[in-house]
């Protein structure tokens, strides 16, 4: 699976987009990009994800470059309680090992009032 | 629907005890997962199974056991703990083992070994 480069940290404003990047240069066809996020002490939760279109739900938009090295994800309306460390993810569609997610570092987002 | 539930919650052993960590879904999902996570790291895979009767080992298997008792539970075993299986455990669902699926995770099982 390609790997993924993500700032440590981050800071929003309360109220404010929050616009986390993501590089995955050596990305390839069948690699889909996902998002997950982990809140302190809790289990990762699913945010979303995309293939090469961007892509929107009721958490957020991701939005992937045309050449797919890079996406954005986008938590429109930022609240304290996004607050967490967010994980970009590159999964290949011919993973074998068993649907693994592999997790790097992320970026711990702080959303400040 | 309480989705992914994990027992216990906190757990203390000393060196070369043993113990189950517990894991069960109420989603009907056909696949489960453990995973580990150390302070201040991402999430490792440590076994998985695709599917009832069957598991297979993740990236860091060494020292753990696993059994799918069922659909809907899977437990993660140590049979004699070490200090550097010191961690947070965390079990995780999906509706089938593949690529687009989303893996749904408890709240984690927080194990010290001393």
Request: glycine letters at 8%; proline letters at 5%; aromatic letters at 10%.
């Amino acid at each position: 699976d390609a790997k993924t480069t993500q700032p440590p940290s981050m800071d929003c404003a309360e109220g404010r987009a929050a616009n986390l990047p993501c590089n995955h240069s050596t990305i390839s066809g069948n690699e889909y990009v996902y998002w997950y996020r982990q809140i302190h002490s809790q289990g990762p939760q699913y945010i979303i994800h995309g293939l090469k279109n961007n892509e929107t739900n009721e958490m957020a938009s991701l939005i992937i470059t045309e050449d797919r090295k890079s996406s954005t994800l986008i938590l429109p309306h930022a609240t304290l309680r996004d607050t967490a460390v967010y994980y970009c993810i590159v999964r290949s569609r011919y993973n074998n090992a068993g649907n693994m997610l592999t997790f790097g570092g992320g970026t711990r987002l702080m959303v400040k009032p | 629907n309480a989705g992914v539930t994990q027992t216990p919650k906190f757990q203390v052993l000393k060196t070369g005890q043993s113990m189950t960590l517990q894991c069960a879904q109420d989603m009907n999902h056909n696949s489960m997962y453990w995973y580990r996570q150390d302070p201040g790291m991402g999430l490792r895979l440590i076994y998985y199974s695709a599917s009832e009767g069957t598991t297979d080992k993740g990236e860091v298997p060494n020292g753990y056991n696993v059994s799918r008792l069922n659909k809907r539970e899977f437990s993660l075993r140590l049979e004699s703990a070490a200090p550097s299986q010191t961690s947070v455990y965390f079990c995780a669902s999906s509706a089938v083992a593949g690529v687009t699926d989303t893996q749904y995770f408890g709240p984690g099982t927080r194990l010290t070994v001393l």
